[in-house]
């Protein structure tokens, strides 16, 4: 009887202890499944803000890329940042042509922002703007190329009553957030700084061609102006002289035929002369046009030839100083030429000058040519052509030269021509 209650107890304490353990490890088993299930929660959760917060970063480089000016991109950085990571403060620094930096932009502070903050060293700009912003701490993130440094962006957290100085450090993430924006700002706004230097050379570019054309027309209409005046310098002087001398030539053929010597003789000493004053004024004309010494020698060589017909033919004084102006390249001078030629005339025609100076003065950004006569001064008109007393032509001259010209009164009376030729387009030694 004895034998069969201990197996009866044995069996029930069996029972007993595997019911036990049947019920703790279902206890064991729920823990596991809520801890999984709470874990599956938070991971969901992270993964849901971390999803937000990509989906917010895109969006912020997204408008980014919209702007087309350097300087809006780097303020809508700084814009974004406060928006992108919450209860912060952000500033922009730019750096001064010495090196320092001054703020170009500021978001989340109060209405006077941060007026006259500037920082020696990109080094101390979290600490300086911490201060500055009246944060405890600041992150600096650098915007810059692989080349240059353009800005520093300053982000620091604002602290609600009761948090810890530990709370206003940022996050890796929300570090790693800034850094992105940084660096998509920085390319942006390099990009948008190229774009904007590309097309300020195609407008350039386009002014550039417009003003040659423009001057390509001018030319043409100085060129024709110029062959009309050939033209009627040839029609009044040598073609009337030859036409002359012709009808002598018939006229002395009548007076051989008729056996009247004398008269053949004076007929013949008349075209003679008049054959001379002829190749005289080729010759004069020709060197009006291009004189010799034009090609080899210097500009008052030139001027020699032109300066003593005028005193001849018009009792005027021409006082030549071109010391200055020595060595100056063929086709410069040969664009100079005829300015001087044409405002000798003017002074001469239009002011009834009695003495003109032809001087030269050299300047850093190139030389000036001046022809200053003591005349009545000269009141600019518009001939039927256009060619308004030449000055049409000296202006077309000298703007192919890239230079420019300008009519000034003299003290005392008279009229100064001021041509100013630029220093590219002189030789360095000269």
Known sequence: ??????????????????????????????????????????????????????DRLVATLGGLADEQHDVAVLARACDDAVR??????AALLVLRPDGTLEVAASAGLPAEGLAGVEVARVEDAATVLATAMGTPVAHA???ATRHELIAVLVVGRTLVSGAEHADAHLSPA??????????????????????????????????????????????????????????????DGPQQTITSVSLMLDACVDAASDGD??????????????????????????????PPALRNGGLAEALEPLVVRLGEDHGVTVLVELAAAENLPAAVRAMVYPIVREALSNSLKHARASQITVAAERMED???????DNGSGMLRTVAPDGLGQGTDGIRERAAALGGTVTWD???????????????RVLPRAA
Not at 196 to 213: D, F, I, K, P, Y
Not at 366 to 372: P, W, Y
Request: glycine share 8%; aromatic share 2%.
């Open 261 to 290: 010597w004398d008269a053949m003789r004076r007929i013949l000493s008349r075209a003679r002369d008049r054959n001379r004053e002829s190749i005289r004024d080729l010759r004069e004309l020709g060197s009006s046009i291009e």
């Open 174 to 235: 929300e570090q790693a957030q800034l850094q992105v924006i940084a660096d998509f700002a920085a390319r942006t706004a390099h990009n948008a700084r190229l774009q904007g230097h590309l097309e300020r050379a195609r407008v350039e570019a386009e002014r550039r061609e417009r003003e040659r054309a423009r001057l390509s027309d001018q030319l043409a209409h100085a060129e024709q102006g110029e062959r009309r005046r050939l033209a009627d310098l040839l029609h």
């Open 84 to 89: 992108l990571i919450p209860d912060t403060r």
């Open 1 to 54: 009887m004895s034998l069969w209650l201990l197996v009866g107890l044995a069996g029930l304490v069996a029972l007993v202890g595997g019911a036990f353990l049947v019920g703790r490890g279902d206890r064991v088993r729920r823990r596991e499944q809520e801890h999984a299930q709470a874990f599956d929660r938070s991971l969901s959760g992270r993964l849901l803000q971390q999803a937000s917060d990509l």
């Open 141 to 143: 993130t650098p915007l």
């Open 409 to 423: 009164p003299v003290p005392g009376g008279g009229t100064a021509l001021r041509l100013v030729i630029p220093a």
């Open 366 to 372: 190139g030389l000036a040519i001046v022809v200053a």
